[in-house]
């Protein structure tokens, strides 16, 4: 190397450690959150949601029901038979024929097959309306993906009209019906299911089947 690009060199070296000394230090910046945590909220004003948590005040009575949903049939996932270009049909009929014999050969309840019902006695109303102002009452943030299968209900009259709460622990989702109709769903967060459980196998009632794999 020539004395001329030795000297540049030498240059561009002190020049670099100079400004690394004269430049302030950079002040320490806090962690960027990576996650925000949103708390559950209440109900809409008006919604079905409000309407059966205010209704909860008035309920004298409530009816425990067992519930085992309609899962998926095993034709419904063998389609080898079928030309891959009708697949899409052959499982949309498929779907509608299994859904209208599930409720054709017993009591359906909101679509779910009914195993029995018992009264919710007296000294267990405090902690039905205590698991429903909970489930009723917070609506977490966060949406869900899962495919809700109701197992338990809850139903109760007050004022006049008829609530029904059905309850999926696996998904973490309530279905609200008022007066046999279907109003709303979403998210909840579910407690006391095996209090619920130990309620209908006293009264003699069958709890659902286990969910296929």
């Given at each position: 190397?020539?004395?001329?690009?030795?000297?540049?060199?030498?240059?561009?070296a002190?020049?670099?450690?100079?400004?690394?000394?004269?430049?302030?230090?950079?002040?320490?910046?806090?962690?960027?959150?990576?996650?925000?945590?949103k708390?559950?909220?209440?109900?809409?004003?008006?919604?079905?949601?409000?309407?059966?948590?205010?209704?909860?005040?008035?309920a004298?009575e409530a009816?425990?029901?067992?519930?085992?949903?309609?899962t998926f049939?095993?034709?419904?996932?063998?389609?080898?038979?079928?030309?891959?270009?009708?697949?899409?049909q052959?499982?949309?009929?498929?779907?509608?024929?299994?859904?209208?014999?599930?409720?054709?050969?017993?009591?359906?309840?909101?679509?779910?097959?009914?195993?029995?019902?018992?009264?919710?006695?007296?000294?267990?109303?405090?902690?039905?309306?205590?698991?429903?102002?909970?489930?009723?009452?917070?609506?977490?943030?966060?949406?869900?993906?899962?495919?809700?299968q109701?197992?338990?209900?809850?139903?109760?009259?007050?004022?006049?009209?008829?609530?029904?709460?059905?309850?999926?622990?696996?998904?973490?989702q309530?279905?609200?019906?008022?007066?046999?109709?279907?109003?709303?769903?979403?998210?909840?967060?579910l407690?006391?299911?095996?209090?619920?459980?130990?309620?209908?196998?006293?009264?003699?009632?069958?709890?659902?089947?286990?969910?296929?794999?």
């Amino acid at each position: 190397m020539d004395s001329w690009h030795k000297g540049l060199c030498v240059g561009v070296a002190a020049a670099l450690a100079w400004s690394a000394q004269a430049a302030p230090p950079k002040k320490a910046e806090p962690p960027k959150e990576i996650y925000s945590f949103k708390r559950d909220a209440a109900p809409a004003p008006g919604s079905a949601r409000a309407q059966a948590l205010a209704a909860l005040a008035g309920a004298q009575e409530a009816t425990l029901s067992s519930l085992q949903s309609w899962t998926f049939p095993d034709e419904l996932k063998d389609l080898s038979e079928v030309p891959r270009a009708q697949h899409n049909q052959a499982v949309a009929e498929r779907y509608q024929r299994s859904r209208q014999q599930w409720c054709e050969s017993a009591e359906c309840f909101y679509q779910t097959r009914v195993l029995g019902r018992t009264p919710v006695a007296a000294a267990d109303l405090d902690a039905m309306r205590k698991l429903l102002r909970g489930a009723l009452g917070a609506v977490p943030p966060y949406p869900s993906t899962c495919l809700p299968q109701y197992r338990h209900a809850l139903s109760y009259v007050s004022a006049g009209k008829r609530y029904d709460i059905l309850l999926s622990y696996p998904c973490g989702q309530i279905l609200i019906g008022i007066d046999g109709q279907e109003r709303e769903r979403g998210q909840a967060s579910l407690t006391q299911q095996r209090a619920l459980d130990e309620m209908l196998t006293r009264a003699g009632v069958p709890l659902a089947a286990p969910a296929k794999p």
